[in-house]
């Protein structure tokens, strides 16, 4: 599966984003996905997953501002990012899970957001 994120930019803090990863792949619609960040200097870290059926997971600095969707028809995730604060500037990412182990990455898609 080959995976393009998109929709990153410069916001103000309290505004709003949408990102996208759009899929490509026979089975795209079987697989979970998944949204990291990395800030400067920090590590990669999760922010959201949902499953091929849509169940949905996020972490706990997102919670309630964040919301992830799936479109299969349009073999496109969401990210919607409400109420954006400094600290959620990173750039994103989204990924598969691999059967074995690790994922199948995208490239990422800045998000800065101005105080």
């Known amino acids: 599966v080959q995976l393009q994120a998109s929709g990153g930019g410069l916001v103000q803090a309290g505004d709003s984003l949408r990102l996208s990863c759009a899929g490509s792949?026979?089975?795209?619609?079987?697989?979970?996905i998944h949204w990291f960040r990395q800030a400067p200097g920090k590590e990669r870290e999760f922010v959201a997953r949902?499953?091929?059926?849509?169940?949905?997971a996020y972490a706990d600095p997102v919670k309630g501002r964040f919301t992830i969707s799936r479109d299969n028809a349009r073999n496109t995730v969401y990210l919607q990012m409400n109420s954006l604060k400094p600290e959620d500037t990173a750039v994103y990412y989204c990924?598969?899970?691999?059967?074995?182990?690790?994922?199948?990455w995208g490239q990422g898609t800045q998000v800065t957001v101005s105080s």
């Open positions: 792949g026979r089975f795209f619609t079987t697989y979970a």
């Open positions: 949902i499953s091929w059926s849509g169940s949905t």
């Open positions: 990924a598969a899970p691999r059967s074995g182990a690790g994922y199948y």
